[in-house]
């Protein structure tokens, strides 16, 4: 597979312009077959609601040109951005912290709670979505058995997905107006091996930093939570000099 690096639009557009753009494109792979009847794609995006949120969402807070620093997630998930289709947060956090109501239930998730009560009371919220852009290596979310699945928990899956689908967004994702010169893997472990080993082959980034993924401190680290928001502060500091150069 060939990936040719160019905007996916116009790169004087506004970047939210770019990102629903992006986004209203993205469908599940039809040619990739799920494991199982009960494993099924997340697609916020049939729902109007989710639409609207996340038009409002990216229009507050990338109606700019500025360049991003790309930060990738797994995949998105059944209470964050699985619900609202903006990244890492749920309909709470989208209340509470970015004041953007919705009629979504109001279920707390794991992942959004250490961005928006831990990281962002350290790092400021306006500060990081004017510096950063928070997308996945695999831009779909997964449910198998009404439960959050990982784009690797199946072999089978992550190999074909592996094969276009991944790279080419991506690709896609960069082209929205991201810096080739570092991005920021959430997860030190299996989805930062897998994107270190396509950046090898694709070469989409000169380095690429990693941080604990939010879901992994909030279940097993918790006692150590400060230590971990220091951790992201360190690691966006070293990327916005990465760039800066």
């Given at each position: 597979?060939?990936?040719?690096?160019?905007?996916?639009?116009?790169?004087?557009?506004?970047?939210?312009?770019?990102?629903?753009?992006?986004?209203?494109?993205?469908?599940?792979?039809?040619?990739?077959?799920?494991?199982?009847?009960?494993?099924?794609?997340?697609?916020?995006?049939?729902?109007?609601?989710?639409?609207?949120?996340?038009?409002?969402?990216?229009?507050?807070?990338?109606?700019?040109?500025?360049?991003?620093?790309?930060?990738?997630?797994?995949?998105?998930?059944?209470?964050?951005?699985?619900?609202?289709?903006?990244?890492?947060?749920?309909?709470?956090?989208?209340?509470?912290?970015?004041?953007?109501?919705?009629?979504?239930?109001?279920?707390?998730?794991?992942?959004?709670?250490?961005?928006?009560?831990?990281?962002?009371?350290?790092?400021?919220?306006?500060?990081?979505?004017k510096k950063f852009f928070i997308g996945a290596v695999c831009p779909l979310g997964l449910e198998s058995n009404g439960r959050n699945m990982n784009y690797y928990d199946n072999k089978t899956l992550m190999n074909n997905l592996l094969e276009d689908f991944i790279p080419d967004n991506i690709e896609k994702q960069i082209n929205l107006g991201c810096s080739k010169k570092v991005a920021i893997c959430l997860g030190e472990?299996?989805?930062?091996?897998?994107?270190?080993?396509?950046?090898?082959?694709?070469?989409?980034?000169?380095?690429?930093?990693?941080?604990?993924?939010?879901?992994?401190?909030?279940?097993?680290?918790?006692?150590?939570?400060?230590?971990?928001?220091?951790?992201?502060?360190?690691?966006?500091?070293?990327?916005?000099?990465?760039?800066?150069?």
């Amino acid at each position: 597979m060939e990936i040719k690096s160019k905007y996916f639009q116009s790169n004087m557009e506004t970047m939210n312009k770019r990102i629903l753009a992006y986004l209203h494109q993205l469908e599940p792979p039809i040619d990739i077959k799920l494991p199982g009847k009960n494993t099924q794609w997340l697609y916020p995006l049939k729902n109007l609601e989710t639409c609207r949120c996340m038009e409002e969402f990216f229009s507050k807070y990338y109606s700019d040109t500025n360049e991003r620093i790309l930060v990738l997630g797994i995949n998105p998930g059944r209470f964050g951005s699985g619900i609202t289709g903006v990244p890492l947060t749920d309909p709470i956090r989208l209340k509470t912290a970015c004041n953007i109501d919705s009629n979504f239930p109001l279920k707390p998730e794991l992942s959004s709670k250490f961005i928006y009560d831990y990281f962002f009371n350290q790092y400021s919220m306006n500060d990081f979505y004017k510096k950063f852009f928070i997308g996945a290596v695999c831009p779909l979310g997964l449910e198998s058995n009404g439960r959050n699945m990982n784009y690797y928990d199946n072999k089978t899956l992550m190999n074909n997905l592996l094969e276009d689908f991944i790279p080419d967004n991506i690709e896609k994702q960069i082209n929205l107006g991201c810096s080739k010169k570092v991005a920021i893997c959430l997860g030190e472990g299996t989805n930062y091996s897998i994107l270190h080993k396509l950046n090898e082959k694709y070469h989409f980034f000169e380095k690429i930093l990693k941080v604990s993924h939010p879901r992994y401190i909030m279940q097993y680290k918790r006692q150590s939570i400060k230590d971990y928001v220091q951790q992201y502060i360190d690691t966006c500091q070293l990327a916005e000099k990465i760039v800066s150069k």
